[in-house]
Nanobody, 127 residues
């Protein structure tokens, strides 16, 4: 099983930028889709972004599209989420996740389709 750890969270002013990283160990996440989710205080976990197992396709929630960029480096077993133009409503704990089955990209917004999760990293955007 893949173990994941997020890093890069912190406190930033509105309009600022942060880059979150997700490091994998245990086994490679090659051939597995990957994604980022977040949970804001008092809210359900929500999909943020996903990248296909080939790295050729990316998907974003409407709320972060054009502001966030997801990328992966299979050689380094790393995935990043570049976040810009941050807003107070982006405040949440951010989780990276790896797809449950290889060579599958469908259902990327559903947390049930992701089999391994990191512990999360806090992002706080002040107004």
């Amino acid at each position: 099983q893949v173990q994941l750890v997020e890093s890069g969270g912190g406190v930033v002013q509105a309009g600022g930028s942060l880059t979150l990283s997700c490091a994998a160990s245990g086994r490679s996440f090659r051939n597995l889709r990957m994604g980022w989710f977040r949970r804001a205080p008092g809210k359900e976990r929500e999909f943020v972004a996903a990248i296909s197992w080939t790295g050729s396709f990316t998907w974003y929630s409407d709320s972060v599209r054009d502001r966030f960029t997801i990328s992966r480096d299979d050689a380094k077993n790393m995935m990043d989420l570049q976040m810009s133009s941050l807003r107070p409503e982006d405040t949440a704990v951010y989780y990276c996740a790896v797809g449950r089955y290889p060579y599958i990209d469908t259902g990327y917004t559903d947390p049930k389709n992701f089999g391994s999760w990191g512990p999360g990293t806090q992002v706080t955007v002040s107004s």
